[in-house]
């Protein structure tokens, strides 16, 4: 797996990968720069459509 990150994009090797890294990026931005995610701006990937994302989304209030 390689991921590159630059500022305010994380490029994933497989679309299946979007759920856990949002997870950790979500942790990640909570953590060390104290904001809570509140809008997530989507390109209408399908990866992006899931019912568990979208559960994780309404159950943190992100709005896509």
Known sequence: MIIVE???YIFLSG???ALAMFKKYKVFVEKNI???ICC???NRGE???SLEFNNLCSMHGVNK
């Open 40 to 42: 997530l701006k989507i």
């Open 15 to 17: 679309k299946s990968e």
């Open 34 to 36: 104290g904001n809570v």
């Open 6 to 8: 630059r500022p305010g």
């Open 47 to 49: 990866e992006f459509t």
